[in-house]
């Protein structure tokens, strides 16, 4: 599914039956060296990101690397020529797209406003302001074996540092992908999504902490940026 972490991916076969030892021995990199979503990859990181999120089949004999190589190449055929040329035009790298995209898909989901907040987050990087995405901290918490803070002070922590995460921090999907690729031409600096489901963007810190305020009650500490 968009939206899950790696070790979550991992676990799913696992659950399904397949040996712990298979499914480490199929995420790793090296066996797909010759598949083009990995010439996106740093060298030395794991596939965190770069499995697109889909159904396949399998049966009782089917090697869990069949799953990921089928896995990683429908992501390759995502990131098309003009989709990396979209990235580009926008300043990033084909794996900081991929990232950015992680971190849209797990803040929003309707595809309008990720489009809107894939341009909040490229606004504050060009400008040197810090993304402030929970999620990213979150992430960056479970990875180190925490529960997921907003306080834990890892290089994921956007809420404490500029830039990008060092990885995508979850699987995405074509949305978030485009979004990135094609984000919206508003000029909001900030967003959250209220209680209802609904998100709000505005321009001031002033305008974002009245939304919040006025909508947002249960899900803020999760969900204002």
């Not at 083009?36 to 089949?57: H, R, T, V, W």
Request: aromatic letters at 8%; hydrophobic letters at 35%.
């Amino acid at each position: 599914l968009p939206g899950k972490r790696l070790d979550q991916i991992r676990a799913a076969p696992i659950n399904d039956g397949f040996s712990p030892t298979s499914v480490d021995a199929a995420l790793q990199p090296a066996q797909y060296a010759d598949l083009p979503a990995l010439s996106a990859k740093p060298a030395g990181n794991n596939l965190e990101g770069l499995l697109y999120p889909d159904s396949f089949q399998k049966s009782a004999d089917t090697n869990p690397s069949v799953i990921v190589r089928e896995s990683l190449t429908e992501m390759g055929d995502k990131l098309t020529p003009s989709l990396q040329a979209a990235f580009a035009s926008e300043g990033l790298t084909t794996y900081q797209g991929i990232t950015l995209a992680s971190i849209v898909q797990q803040e929003v989901a309707k595809p309008a406003d990720q489009t809107q907040a894939a341009q909040v987050f490229l606004s504050r990087l060009k400008i040197g302001m810090p993304l402030g995405s929970d999620v990213t901290a979150f992430y960056g918490a479970i990875l180190a074996g925490h529960a997921p803070s907003t306080s834990y002070d890892s290089p994921y922590n956007t809420l404490l540092h500029t830039g990008l995460p060092p990885t995508p921090i979850s699987t995405v999907s074509a949305g978030s992908l485009n979004a990135v690729a094609h984000p919206a031409t508003t000029n909001w600096l900030y967003f959250v999504t209220g209680d209802d489901g609904t998100t709000y963007f505005e321009q001031t810190a002033e305008q974002h902490q009245a939304d919040v305020d006025q909508y947002c009650h249960t899900l803020c500490t999760q969900d204002s940026q």
